[in-house]
């Protein structure tokens, strides 16, 4: 067999090989039927004699409704596009666009809390792609994964695009006009009872003078803000430690030794942007004798554990014991503790070591770092561990006078701080007692973030008017009257102040591709009463008179408003 076929392959001339081409094995090996074929590659009625009044005649009309028919047949596969629209050339073309080369903006992202800064890659008036702004003071060019995706939200399909009212157990489109009537006929008709504004923390200073003349204009208004996560279980710990309410913000960036319990700052607590910034300035390979070294105690594995130069599995109930073993260990070694905090007295490194099965040489070692590096070293709890865990950090960190990598000039808070356990329980038993008139669930999931044993789903079924404010459908939105749909952030205006002393501005670098408003817009509008007539505008100008009556003054600059404004 392996004979006949070598001698197939003889009959191939390696000149055929290098220079013809086949498509077959029949051409490959010039059969017969097939160079025959070959010869009649076009039709009788083809010739080189080409004459078109031997072709069968066709009527002009014949000919104008076959090409009409497969453009239509054509056409049908794209009839499933979500608004078309027209594509036109420019009538007159922007002094800032050029065809072919991208625009970039700067604007605010509020895809998480921390409202880093941004610049928006456009074409033609298209946001496309979105980057860090590195002239922004706090993110310095750096942007979280959520920040990269909220491009994506903006095209998202599933963005509401209209107002909606609930019809038995559906939704129908309603125009804005009669929406807005009937809500504010609502609010004028609930001044004996609450009107409950849920929102997320608002770090806007025009975002809450909005809600601060809203509940002027209704003064029943009650406001509750939240987050999914927070750091209520930190800032109470500082509290009672320090006589404040917040938390420092820390320079990362000088601690030689970290030592962190049940937490991942590198990938989900607090600002992650800056501290993982920050946390890179220290871990420089070309500058060894500078570089941090980073403990990690935790039970799951994290984004920091795995950036750990020692990572210890540690369940979180045993991170309290750790702390204190920790302190009575120093206390043996000389550092003074601060005094009346004799808790520790009763545990023992050691003790803690063989109970958990950890390696007590290691123990050892994070030992002598944090008293070899008093005033430069840091420990830090996560967020989910308890009260008494951050107090007893805060006393460790005392101790070892790492309160000098705290940053006292600058404070995150928000413009409106958040709502404690207790406010939340008190909405929900003023709604059991009857007492609450409207919801405004303003940009906010009330039903899917809050705890469930809080009852807020069943509550929220008795009250007579719910109002959900949303970029697209949610679980709060499904117990709403009214689905008021809202601008992206790239379609908003806005101003943020995470710290103080500091602005930051947003601007929209598109139209509103739905039938969409901004939320501030949708407050002001219902301010302004029946008749109801909406101005696309309405919240820019109100920035605009916020900062020329209550910002600009304090900025001590030589500019007009005007030119200070546009700067």
């Known amino acids: 067999m392996a004979e006949d076929k070598g001698n197939m392959n003889s009959k191939i001339k390696k000149e055929e090989l290098d220079t013809d081409y086949w498509r077959s094995f029949k051409e490959l090996y010039k059969d017969a039927s097939t160079i025959e074929s070959s010869h009649h590659e076009f039709g009788k009625a083809v010739t080189e004699d080409f004459d078109p009044s031997k072709l069968k005649g066709i009527s002009r009309r014949k000919f104008i ?12 596969g794209c009839s499933d596009y979500r608004k078309k629209g027209f594509i036109v050339p420019y009538n007159q073309m922007p002094e800032e666009v050029t065809v072919g080369n991208p625009t970039y903006y700067a604007s605010t992202s509020t895809a998480c809390s921390h409202t880093c ?35 994506i939200n903006l095209y998202d399909p599933e963005r509401l695009e209209f107002p909606l009212e609930k019809s038995g157990n559906d939704f129908l489109k309603k125009d804005w006009k009669v929406v807005d009537d009937a809500i504010i006929s609502a609010l ?12 997320h923390k608002i770090n806007s200073p025009s975002s809450k003078k909005v809600l601060d003349d809203f509940a002027q204009k ?22 009672k430690c320090y006589g404040t309410g917040v938390f420092p913000l820390i320079q990362w960036n000088q601690a030689k030794i970290i030592l962190g319990l049940e937490t991942d700052f590198l990938g989900i607590d607090g600002n992650k942007v ?9 871990r420089n390979f070309n500058k060894t004798d500078q570089f941090s070294r980073l403990y990690i105690f935790e039970g799951c594995m994290s984004v920091t554990g795995m950036n750990a130069d020692y990572r210890f599995k540690l369940r979180p109930d045993a991170q309290y014991e750790l702390v204190l073993s920790l302190l009575n260990e120093l206390d043996k070694k000389g550092i003074s503790i601060p005094a009346g905090s ?4 009763g545990y023992s490194l050691d003790s803690f070591a063989q109970k958990y099965s950890l390696s007590k040489s ?24 308890p009260e008494e865990v951050h107090i007893a950090v805060n006393l460790l960190n005392e101790a070892l006078g790492n309160t000098k990598l705290y940053r006292t000039d600058e404070i995150e808070t928000p413009v409106l701080p958040l709502s404690s356990k207790d406010d939340l329980a008190g909405l929900i038993q003023d709604i059991n007692s009857g007492n609450v008139a409207v919801i405004i669930q303003y940009d906010s999931d009330p039903a899917y973030h809050l705890p469930e044993d809080l009852g807020y789903r069943d509550a929220a079924k008795k009250v007579p008017m719910i109002i959900s404010m949303a970029g697209s459908k949610n679980d709060s939105s499904a117990l709403a009257n009214y689905v008021l749909p809202l601008n992206h952030d790239f ?37 302004k009463g029946k008749p109801v007539i909406y101005d696309e505008r309405i919240y820019h100008k109100y920035i605009m008179n916020n900062w020329e009556q209550n910002i600009y003054p304090g900025m001590n600059s030589k500019l007009s408003f005007t030119e200070f404004w546009n700067a």
Not at 140 to 145: D, H, V
Not at 188 to 199: L, M
Not at 342 to 345: K, T
């Open 188 to 199: 004028d008709n609930s001044r004996r009872k609450q009107i409950a504004i849920i929102t």
């Open 342 to 345: 004799q808790a520790y007295s």
């Open 117 to 151: 800064g941004v610049l928006i890659k456009t074409r033609e008036g298209r946001p496309i792609k979105v980057d860090g702004n590195n002239d922004h003071p706090v993110s310095k060019g750096k942007t979280c994964a959520k920040c990269q995706a909220s491009i």
């Open 65 to 76: 409704a076959l090409v009409g028919a497969s453009a239509a047949l054509a056409g049908a």
């Open 491 to 527: 379609e908003s205006w806005g101003d943020f102040k995470t710290r103080n002393g500091f602005y930051s501005m947003q601007q929209p670098v598109i139209d509103a591709i739905f039938d969409t408003r901004q939320k501030e817009a949708i407050l002001l509008t219902w301010l």
């Open 274 to 282: 800056e501290t993982s910034r920050l946390f890179s300035e220290g």
């Open 362 to 385: 290691k123990l050892n070692l994070l030992v002598k770092d944090l008293i070899g590096n008093q005033g430069s070293s840091l420990i830090y709890a996560g967020r989910t561990l």
């Open 218 to 239: 209704y003064p029943n208004t009650k406001v509750y803000s939240y987050e999914l996560f927070d750091e209520h279980i930190r800032n109470s710990a500082w509290k």
